[in-house]
């Protein structure tokens, strides 16, 4: 199994966990505001780069 496959199943193991022991608009809210709030603390120059390497991932 790859990293990012357990990185993707321990994703989604916390994401049930969470539905079970949250209302699912808090569980929602969890799920969707860590990874945005990553993504701002990164600075300019670190955002062109992500962006970068998804479009090579996707091909264009």
């Known amino acids: 199994m790859s990293k990012n496959a357990k990185v993707?199943?321990?994703g989604v193991a916390v994401g049930?966990?969470?539905l079970i022991w949250l209302p699912w608009w808090a569980?929602?809210?969890?799920v969707?505001?860590?990874?945005?709030?990553?993504y701002l603390t990164l600075d300019?120059?670190?955002?062109?780069?992500?962006?970068r390497v998804n479009r090579k991932e996707i091909g264009g």
């Open 27 to 30: 569980a929602l809210l969890i």
């Open 8 to 10: 993707a199943a321990g």
């Open 32 to 38: 969707l505001g860590v990874p945005a709030a990553a």
């Open 44 to 51: 300019p120059a670190q955002r062109r780069r992500l962006r």
């Open 16 to 18: 049930l966990i969470l």
